[in-house]
């Protein structure tokens, strides 16, 4: 267990919908990464938010978007979802900014049909 | 932009036997390189990572090279066992701007260990 919880672990919606995904991270740490995995796929990294600020942008399509709140935890919004959206998605905390170790939550699986 | 190659993509060992999976990089600044293992439908979970200021870390039967003038680093498993068995993930930091810190994978190498 890394300490990084995720809810929900499993989302089955239809194409068009919206979702929210939460992530809260180890306790201790600032830092909060959203990543994407699709079916055989690498992790694409998509955001970052370091104590509330978004710090880095990735891979990230205009249809989502993400927050981080005073208590740390952080949300990942899906919109206007397309049967490609379809993935594994983790969030990951680090300690801080720069290169510190990042610890995984178990993940999200979303199904859009 | 930065890049991280990842190989092989499939491995197959027999119980007992050492693997190999090899990662270069193309960022000459990065300068944390962690090795992620993953099971299947699991999140990936660090297992070693090594700095530039070193050039190999071992952990019992795991060890990790680094050759930052070849910009590559290897991830060692001696005695494998079939519990081995998941994706391997490298990966290496961004070392400059925005991003610094964050940390680009490779696509990964599945390896199998045969019993």
């Known amino acids: 267990d890394s300490g990084v919880t995720q809810t929900p672990k499993h989302l089955i919606t239809a194409t068009g919908q919206r979702v929210t995904l939460r992530c809260s991270p180890r306790s201790g740490d600032l830092s909060v990464y959203w990543y994407q995995q699709s079916l055989d796929q690498g992790l694409q990294f998509l955001i970052q938010y370091y104590n509330g600020e978004e710090r880095a942008k990735g891979n990230i399509l205009e249809r989502f978007s993400a927050q981080q709140f005073p208590d740390l935890h952080s949300e990942l919004n899906l919109s206007s979802l397309e049967l490609g959206d379809s993935a594994l998605y983790f969030c990951a905390s680090s300690v801080g900014l720069g290169t510190y170790e990042q610890y995984f939550g178990p993940g999200t699986r979303l199904t859009v049909t | 932009g930065e890049n991280v190659e990842q190989h092989p993509s499939t491995l197959s060992v027999q119980e007992g036997d050492s693997a190999v999976i090899k990662c270069t990089y193309s960022d000459s600044a990065s300068n944390y390189f962690p090795w992620y293992k993953q099971e299947l439908g699991k999140r990936p979970q660090l297992i070693i990572d090594?700095?530039?200021?070193?050039g190999e870390k071992k952990d019992q039967r795991i060890a990790v090279t680094l050759n930052k003038t070849a910009k590559h680093f290897s991830l060692h498993i001696t005695e494998t066992q079939p519990e081995d068995s998941a994706v391997y993930f490298c990966?290496?930091?961004?070392?400059?701007?925005?991003?610094?810190?964050?940390?680009?994978f490779g696509k990964g190498t599945k390896l199998s260990v045969k019993p």
């Open positions: 090594i700095r530039s200021n070193v």
């Open positions: 990966a290496a930091s961004i070392g400059y701007g925005g991003s610094q810190g964050n940390l680009i």
